[in-house]
């Protein structure tokens, strides 16, 4: 019997633990490498449209997701003043894009990834570095704190912020603010009623959906300067942004402590990485003109895109087709689709 081919994974997220079970079921022998010390329920939630479900179909976890749907009845954008600019409903939107759009917390998406693989798969504490990305006739190396490890494979699934990919492009610049911070809140809201919402404002945005554990996800996004904070506590930042728009806005608010909110930049890959076979490898000297691919939606808002490689995949954001404006201030969407934040 011919030996199974082995893959390594670097970054125990979604995406990493995405590609590790796929590849077990491939029947690959999979090591995933985290560096925390354990895949702990970080984070807040996260929106799986129909076409992301149906990737989670290949690894059997597609309908167990699905059941976790929560949105129901109507929904749209709105106007920070109450105002509908557009409505939909959970099922107009399933029959257009074939299946529900689910959001969960991104705690249960792991829990569920991680089920799906050996006990001994995931490796925790375990920071990993790319030594050699092999090629024709070697092995992939990485080497860890307990030893180094040899792949026909490596995923580099370690976030924006990737070491695999400063590896294999030491030239290429990283990740650029792209131009505004997120808040995030996941809690319970108990006799609140209110329909699922995304408000637009002015350099401002405001999202409120209902988790199926009875919690509700609420997420905002403002154009700021990089590396700034609230000077008290990002509540009371979300207040002074947010607290006269329509509710259940100013609920949410009231109901959120300090502790509760997260606050991140956003950050995205602005110059594509060049093709990592041939001539033009970051490992020889003589540049190439960037691989592109085509324009689609991010699967998670943790690095995810591949590259070119063979051997080893990074991550970049999709490239705007023709006729296409730059980068949309939120996230990566096509041309004339609506925003999310989730």
């Not at 979604?14 to 022998?29: E, F, K, N």
């Not at 129901?72 to 105002?83: E, I, N, Q, V």
């Not at 609420?218 to 009371?236: L, N």
Request: with cysteine; hydrophobic share 40%.
């Amino acid at each position: 019997m011919a030996q199974s081919r082995r893959a390594v994974v670097i970054g125990g997220g979604i995406g990493g633990l995405t590609a590790a079970a796929a590849l077990h079921a491939r029947g690959w022998r999979v090591t995933v490498l985290e560096r925390a010390r354990s895949l702990e329920p970080v984070g807040a939630a996260i929106s799986l449209a129909p076409n992301s479900l149906r990737a989670l179909d290949v690894i059997g976890l597609g309908d167990e997701i699905r059941a976790l749907a929560a949105w129901a009845g109507d929904g749209g954008l709105r106007t920070p003043g109450g105002r509908w600019l557009a409505r939909t409903s959970a099922g107009a939107a399933a029959a257009r894009f074939g299946g529900p759009l689910v959001l969960l917390h991104r705690a249960t998406l792991i829990t569920s990834l991680a089920s799906r693989l050996p006990a001994d798969t995931v490796r925790t504490a375990s920071a990993a570095t790319l030594a050699d990305p092999g090629g024709p006739g070697r092995p992939a190396r990485v080497t860890t704190p307990d030893g180094e490890l040899e792949a026909d494979l490596v995923v580099g699934a370690d976030g924006i912020h990737s070491a695999v990919r400063r590896a294999l492009f030491p030239g290429h610049p990283g990740p650029v603010y792209s131009g505004f911070t997120t808040w995030r809140v996941v809690i319970p809201l108990p006799g609140v009623e209110f329909t699922s919402h995304e408000t637009w404002g002015l350099g401002r945005i405001w999202g409120t959906h209902p988790l199926k554990d009875g919690r509700v996800y609420a997420y905002a996004a403002a154009r700021t300067p990089a590396g700034e904070s609230a000077p008290d506590d990002e509540r009371a930042e979300l207040l002074r942004r947010f607290g006269d728009w329509h509710e259940p806005v100013p609920a949410v608010l009231a109901a959120a402590r300090p502790g509760d909110v997260l606050r991140h930049d956003v950050h995205h890959i602005a110059e594509p990485c060049p093709p990592t076979t041939g001539a033009g490898s970051p490992w020889s000297a003589t540049p190439r003109t960037p691989c592109r691919r085509p324009w689609a939606r991010a699967a998670t808002r943790r690095s995810r895109t591949r590259s070119c490689s063979r051997t080893t995949a990074t991550t970049r954001p999709p490239t705007p087709p023709p006729g296409c404006p730059a980068r949309p201030p939120w996230h990566a969407r096509p041309c004339g689709s609506p925003a999310s934040t989730s």
